[in-house]
């Protein structure tokens, strides 16, 4: 017998011990062993009953075990192999939890699954290995177990690539949540298919044992799952010829199949069915060998327009017949030419006119992720389409992350295979009338054979080549639209995430091109740089800044000179204009109406182009919350550009670890997490959220990939799945009501000078002006560029937060604003331009001197009668600067100009540490300004944004409460335009959300809150 049981009935044990009779009759089936003497070298399969519980002796013999590809079974409620023993003055003594043993079975991480979100079990129909023994367990809790299939890349050096399969995970039983979805992996089958321990199948039982376990034939459950995992890893793939077919061609079917552990007999049954109708049928004897063998069938009957099922059931030697579905489209030009259309208004997206507030999700496949172009499966498409609607998701982001030169190896010649599949992915979302993006590239476009993937003409032509292959295949189906490239970094793709010079020809001539455009001559440019006349004598021998001139460490080693590092950052926003230009313009003469967007993650940190900058280009603008916890907010409001939907088109949550390597996060703190990130992009007058991703990636060498997403890779809905179902709901009910937001009456002046500087200050301003406005004073703003900012504009209140340097026309412009009538609030130093050139003509309206000093740590402000100490501490002090107010010493100064006026402090208050003196000048200068918004809260609560977004159409109301409290938070405020109060409370970080009629009425809250009013 080759089957190894342990049991100790000394050793730690979590559960239900078997009881004698249990042993005996597991002594029939496996050689019982206790944690002493040897591990059995010859063990095929190796049964833990002590689950996370192991002899730390045996561990090698143990991974080498692995290694060959022994079977492990192991049954416990945490995660196996987690907790080494060893003796220890006669006692066992267990270790504390770690990830480094479970990692030889591909298991990353295990985070807990409580009893509460389980309602029943059910066995795994198409495997159905423990049919009949469900009553074996319970509902209880368990555990969700992060997996990782690979450490490699199938593209090397590619950003995104997706790895190689060596695995797969197989529930056996679920629980199955209150809303009808699996939650929970009860018991689970890991097959091994590539590297040392290919064709190894681990099975885990998810569970302590318990007397329900013992007394339903425990015993005979754990042989029977021995003979499953003895038998060895099989894989099989129907795989249609194309992923669509058009009408009267005739199609295929291709066979995968192998058995890795050994040469086994087999019955296969396959099926094609049509609206209900099997069109063809066949059963056939298979020998699964080591080596994969295929088979190619051309099926006897010519395609219509609609969806074709295939059924295909394996039955091998010893086991249940395990059910495979695939599919394929007909092309269906009625399908398509039915389909709604998805348009913009100003503020959110429209759906055949309608108000859209999206709940969207990130998809590519459940099974094969990346890949789902090249192994497609419309099936699967067709059955998670389905769930997503049901979720209440209303919108699907697609794409290619990676591998463009598979979708097109040789420039102008698209693989069919993958055309079609797009085709049948546009197909399955006109049948489930689903809003489809569809991403062109990611990072950075691919080059082809060019040497600059936005300047190279010949690598622009092949992009575009590239483009106009799905262009052909979408038809302009109204529900598709067009994400231009993902995340995108400009101009070295070897250094992404940050702006720096490629180095080629092309790069050079338009570098120099747009320095004789800017600065005029090489005098000025010589001046502006604080560069020598020998240096730089004219504008053919300017260089591309090196590495050096991108340091914005003011105590490094070495002489910086930052100029040419602020114009390269401005260089490669208008590389990036012109390319989305290019592309978009490309788009639009091929007859294409649908919209077109650049799908950009959080900007500011890398100085990456800017949704903000490049808003003139696209139809809308996105922006991705992931990394800058601190930050949500100001992901949206600083990305929403007046008269535009912004969509946060990338939310989740990103894996973080404790140091002992554990998951820091529990699934109920990523599920609030991501429904606070939703919170805020509706709070911050964002057009919605999409998540990233329905299923994990476990194929793909990437531990946050692994991680993120609604579903485990075993098909379980993390509870963060909860918050599509509650958003999707409740923005359904709010959808009638919603429209053009009315225009807000404060603006924010993004400083882009002073972010593109390297004395950048403006990450740090803008996440204080986002909370300082937002949570503590609760005044909603719309940002403007610095670049953008215009005499045209109409706003009460425009503050321009520590901006340091300004452009002239920005001043301008502001100067022209206090005329018409606004109130401009302004902070810290302010007559410098971009290049830290004084502007003398600035002076004389706020202060008649252009000195800038250092700040100190402590500096005392005297305002509106009373006393506070700015504060600035840490690096600050070495780059941070103040103005000097007429009479010396720090000052606020309130001065009219035309119908409006200027409140100036030469502090810049944005970048002091003391939020309460913040919250004062702000609170004074919107007071000196008449300015008087809605909301009026009882109580002060600086960890809950609120917000109010009045419709224009409707005159209803959304009010969003995000609350970064870590308690639950009694919430009551009046709206001072209705007159109606309101009191809800918000549970410890989380959101509530309710709409009210143009009376002030409560119509709908988020999640059937209580809402007393």
């Known amino acids: 017998m080759k089957y190894t049981l342990i049991y100790d009935p000394t050793a730690p044990f979590d559960g239900v011990r078997p009881s004698e009779a249990d042993l005996a009759r597991l002594s029939e089936q496996f050689n019982l062993m206790s944690f002493t003497g040897p591990l059995p070298a010859e063990t095929t399969v190796l049964v833990n009953l002590h689950g996370k519980y192991f002899p730390k002796e045996w561990w090698k013999e143990l991974s080498d075990g692995l290694k060959r590809g022994m079977g492990y079974l192991s049954f416990s409620a945490e995660a196996p192999l987690s907790r080494p023993v060893y003796r220890s003055g006669g006692e066992w003594y267990a270790e504390r939890p770690q990830t480094a043993y479970h990692k030889r079975l591909m298991i990353q991480n295990s985070i807990p699954i409580e009893r509460a979100r389980q309602e029943q079990l059910r066995c795994n129909a198409d495997f159905p290995v423990l049919a009949g023994s469900l009553q074996a367990f319970e509902l209880t809790d368990t555990q969700g177990l992060i997996v990782q299939f690979t450490s490699a890349d ?67 459950i754990l042989g029977r799952l021995a003979d499953l995992s003895a038998a060895g890893a099989v894989r099989f793939y129907p795989q249609p010829g194309y992923a669509l077919y058009y009408p009267q061609e005739a199609p295929t ?38 080596e994969i063998g295929y088979e190619q069938l051309v099926l006897p009957f010519a395609v219509e327009a609609g969806f ?48 859209l507030p999206v709940v969207g999700m990130t998809y590519m496949q459940s099974d094969l992720h990346r890949k789902f172009l090249f192994l497609p499966n419309p099936c699967r498409w067709d059955e998670d389409f389905a769930e997503m609607k049901r979720a209440g998701i209303n919108m699907v982001r697609t794409g290619v992350w990676t591998a463009y030169r598979q979708v097109m190896f040789i420039d102008g010649h698209p693989d069919e295979g993958v055309m079609r599949a797009f085709q049948a ?103 502006r740089w604080n560069v020598s006349a020998d240096a730089c004598p004219d504008f053919e021998s300017a260089p591309l800044p090196e590495e050096g001139c991108f340091n914005d460490d003011p105590t490094y080693a070495q002489a910086v000179n930052g100029f040419p590092a602020f114009d390269y950052h401005l260089f490669t926003m208008q590389v990036m204009n012109g390319w989305i230009r290019e592309m978009s313009d490309f788009i639009r003469q091929k007859g294409n109406t649908q919209l077109v967007t650049v799908g950009q993650d959080e900007s500011l940190p890398g100085k990456k182009p800017h949704p903000l900058l490049f808003s003139c280009c696209t139809d809308y603008v996105c922006n991705h919350s992931w990394w800058l916890m601190d930050g949500i907010y100001q992901d949206g409001v600083f990305a929403k550009p007046a008269g535009q939907p912004a969509l946060i088109q990338e939310t989740g949550i990103m894996y973080v670890a404790n140091a002992d390597g554990r998951a820091r996060r529990s699934f109920h703190e ?89 004395r950048n200050c403006a990450e740090q301003i803008l996440v204080t002006v986002s909370r300082v406005l937002g949570y503590e004073l609760k005044v ?215 709409l009210c009629d143009a009376g002030g009425a409560v119509l709908h809250a988020y999640r059937d809150l209580n809402i007393e009013s």
């Open 425 to 527: 992915m546009v197909h399955t979302a006109c049948r489930h009338d689903m809003p489809l993006v569809f991403c062109f590239f990611a990072f950075t476009p691919e080059q082809w054979e060019g040497v600059n993937c936005y300047l190279d003409p010949d690598s622009l032509r092949a992009q575009k080549r590239y483009i106009a292959a799905f262009l052909d295949r979408a038809e302009n189906c109204g529900l598709v639209s067009w994400d231009l490239i993902n995340e995108p970094s400009v101009c070295n793709p070897q250094r992404l995430w940050s702006s720096r010079p490629n180095g080629d020809a092309f790069e050079l001539a338009a570098w120099r091109a747009y320095l004789r455009r800017v600065h005029g001559t090489a005098e000025r440019l010589q001046e």
């Open 308 to 355: 074709y099922h295939v059924e295909a059931a394996l039955t091998v030697e010893g086991e249940p017949a395990r059910r495979y579905r695939q599919g394929f489209w007909g092309y269906d030009a009625g399908l398509l030419a039915s389909a709604g259309t998805v348009s913009c208004g100003r503020d959110y997206f429209l759906k055949d006119g309608k108000a």
């Open 253 to 290: 079917l291709k066979l995968a199949y192998e058995s890795l552990r050994g040469a086994r007999d087999a019955r296969l049954s396959l099926a094609v069915q049509k609206d209900g109708r099997t069109l063809w049928a066949q059963e056939q004897a298979l020998r699964l060998e080591p």
């Open 780 to 994: 909603p703003f719309q940002a403007v560029s610095e670049y953008e900012l215009s005499a045209g504009m109409d706003y009460d209140v425009v503050i321009v937060p520590s901006p340091r340097i300004l452009t002239d026309s920005c001043f301008a412009a502001l100067s022209a604003l206090a005329e018409k009538g606004a109130a401009i609030v302004l902070t810290g130093a302010y007559c410098q331009d971009e290049y830290f050139t004084t502007k003398t003509e600035r002076l004389g309206r706020l202060s008649s001197t252009a000195e800038i000093l250092p700040a100190q740590r402590e500096e005392k402000l005297e305002l509106d009668g009373a006393v506070y100490f700015a504060s600035y501490s840490g690096d600050s002090l070495a780059f941070v600067d103040k103005a000097a107010p007429d009479g010396g010493g720090n000052a606020v100064v309130r001065v009219p100009s035309g119908k409006g006026q200027w409140i100036w402090c030469s502090l810049p208050l944005e970048l002091n540490g003391n939020h309460a003196l913040l919250r004062a000048f702000y609170s004074y200068a919107l007071g000196c300004a008449g300015y008087v918004g809605d909301i009026e809260p009882e109580a002060f609560e600086p960890g809950v944004l609120l917000r109010k977004l009045k419709f224009s159409a409707t005159g209803a109301s959304l009010f969003v409460a995000v609350s970064e409290n870590g308690v639950d938070t009694d919430i009551g405020f009046t709206d001072r335009e209705t007159g109606r109060a309101y009191r809800f409370a918000v549970e410890a970080g989380r959101a509530a959300l309710f």
């Open 154 to 220: 199938d593209h090397p050096g590619a950003c995104g690539s997706s790895g190689p399969i060596d695995g797969d995970i197989v529930p056996l039983i679920q629980a199955v949540g209150a809303n009808g979805a699996p939650v929970a992996a009860c018991v689970e089958m890991i097959e091994c298919f590539r590297g040392p321990m290919a064709g190894a199948r681990h099975i885990l039982i998810n569970q302590n044992p318990s007397e329900a376990f013992w007394s339903h034939g425990g015993a005979e």
């Open 670 to 758: 990523t599920r609030n997490i991501l429904e606070r990130k939703y919170g805020l992009a509706f709070g911050a007058g964002c057009a919605g959220a999409v998540h990233w991703l329905w299923n994990t990636n476990c194929q793909m060498d990437n531990l946050n990939e692994a991680h993120i997403g609604a579903l485990l890779a075993d098909g379980s809905q993390k509870a963060e799945a909860d918050v599509s179902y509650d958003y999707g709901r409740f923005m359904r009910a709010c959808a009638p009501y919603m429209g053009d937001l009315r225009p807000e009456r404060v603006a924010v002046v993004l400083p882009f000078s002073n972010l593109f500087s390297v």
